[in-house]
């Protein structure tokens, strides 16, 4: 495995490289001007000076290439560049913000995971059934349902109508400090939105593999020992039928970053979300490329836990083969 881990990471360099050489060069082509962006009105009663004078400061005067040598030889120093937008350094946003982010995607995948197994045994042990039916039906609907229109229609449901959970944000109205009863409370919808966006690939493949891994040997062979149907299927069945899960773990990690940023405007929550979603508008590319920097180590990182986790899972894969 550390050799596996070792390789994926030596591999990850270029992949970086690449990715933000591509982000600066998206830059350079778009029609967006970071200096009229950065100055906002006053640049339109500039004079041609001040502007020239302003770009070289913001280091958008040279090409492209210079520019992102410039923020990749600065990164490497530790030096993420600042924020034209939220003026403040790159690095500080990403400290403040990141932390809500992950604890909102891990506790949804988790709830997604879970939940996903669960429903997937259970309309696996009666194929065919109204239980397999009715959570085969409702894992396609909710996988061809926006993020964003389900947050907003738990908003309307349990914030508007209900009134039993707040609609975003992460502290009340009536305070400004952060406690666990009130984190709870404002967690509570938009971890359960970005789970449920997540949870019907889970139950799909988990319905389907163990579906395929009651018709093997080794669970007919459980089955013919007398052991009891709970055993068979959380005991074999599951553990079986899991291997294709635990592939899909690192496709699912682009996506849960995509749905992640929806559902935190959505809430308001005071993740990645809002800084990502400003950097996009404003042209601000330094936060942009640290941005993108993350996302990609996440995928990276979320396609080499699959592997590893498939490894430990089945010893019959040698992880010297991935």
């Not at 520019?67 to 924020?83: E, I, K, M, P």
């Not at 707040?166 to 509570?188: F, I, K, W």
């Not at 593999?209 to 459980?222: C, F, H, K, N, S």
Request: charged letters at 15%; a neutral charge.
């Amino acid at each position: 495995m550390a050799g596996l881990a070792g390789r994926r990471l030596l591999a990850a360099v270029p992949v970086l490289a690449a990715v933000t050489l591509g982000l600066f060069a998206l830059a350079a082509a778009s029609p967006f001007d970071p200096v009229k962006q950065y100055a906002g009105d006053a640049a339109l009663r500039a004079d041609a000076a001040t502007l020239a004078q302003l770009r070289e400061n913001l280091g958008v005067d040279v090409h492209f290439t210079e520019q992102w040598w410039r923020w990749l030889t600065s990164a490497l120093g530790g030096d993420l560049g600042d924020s034209s937008t939220l003026r403040q350094p790159v690095a500080q946003v990403v400290t403040e913000r990141i932390g809500w982010s992950v604890l909102l995607c891990a506790v949804a995948f988790v709830l997604a995971v879970v939940i996903g197994a669960l429903l997937g045994v259970a309309a696996a042990r009666r194929r065919g059934g109204l239980l397999d039916r009715c959570v085969t039906a409702t894992a396609y609907v909710l996988q061809a349902a926006p993020p964003f229109w389900l947050g907003l229609l738990a908003v309307w449901l349990f914030a508007l109508q209900l009134g039993v959970l707040p609609a975003g944000g992460l502290t009340d109205t009536d305070s400004d400090t952060v406690t666990a009863g009130s984190l709870l409370r404002h967690l509570a919808l938009p971890a359960a939105v970005l789970a449920l966006s997540q949870t019907p690939w889970f139950v799909l493949y988990v319905r389907q593999g163990v579906l395929d891994a009651l018709g093997e040997d080794p669970v007919r062979g459980a089955r013919a020992r007398g052991l009891k149907e709970h055993t068979v299927l959380y005991g074999h069945a599951l553990r079986s039928g899991l291997l294709p899960v635990l592939t899909l773990i690192g496709s699912r990690v682009p996506e849960l970053i995509t749905g992640a940023l929806l559902v935190e405007t959505v809430f308001s929550w005071p993740g990645i979300a809002s800084a990502t979603v400003r950097a996009a508008t404003a042209s601000d590319f330094p936060l942009l490329a640290a941005l993108t920097v993350l996302a990609t180590l996440a995928v990276l990182l979320g396609n080499l836990m699959a592997d590893l986790l498939y490894g430990l899972a089945d010893p019959r894969v040698a992880l010297e083969e991935m």
